[in-house]
């Protein structure tokens, strides 16, 4: 049974940095795209940010620049940086994974999904 689970969420004023960490169990997605995504209270599921199995990253704009995506395969771990809070970043935080190499933009093409940790940046 795969599993994708997150840590490191809280309260931080804004300005401040927290750490979201995912832990993936189940199997092995060094070879796959795995990402983060974000959901404010009355808004739709919002992508924050993805990495390849390459390492290589792409961001939303509202995030390019403070956040930063890592991944250790040797650990089954994705990370995500993310420094200069501002309130605006309030959000339950989704660690997600697909079966597949490409980089995906749209939740409906993330097979896998966390249970989700709440962040929130007060001002």
């Known amino acids: 049974q795969v599993q994708l689970v997150e840590s490191g969420g809280g309260l931080v004023q804004a300005g401040g940095s927290l750490r979201l960490s995912c832990a993936t169990s189940?199997?092995?997605?060094?070879?796959?795209?795995m990402g983060w995504f974000r959901q404010a209270p009355g808004k739709e599921r919002e992508f924050v940010g993805t990495?390849?199995?390459?390492?290589?990253?792409y961001y939303a704009d509202s995030v390019k620049g403070r956040f930063t995506i890592s991944r250790d395969n040797a650990k089954n771990t994705v990370n995500l940086r993310m420094n200069s809070l501002k309130p605006e970043d309030t959000a339950v935080y989704y660690c997600?994974?697909?079966?597949?190499?490409?980089?995906?933009?749209?939740?409906?093409?993330?097979?896998?999904w966390g249970q989700g940790t709440q962040v929130t940046v007060s001002s």
């Open positions: 990495i390849r199995g390459s390492s290589a990253t």
């Open positions: 189940g199997r092995s997605f060094s070879n796959y795209a």
């Open positions: 997600v994974a697909r079966n597949d190499i490409g980089v995906g933009f749209r939740a409906s093409q993330y097979d896998y």
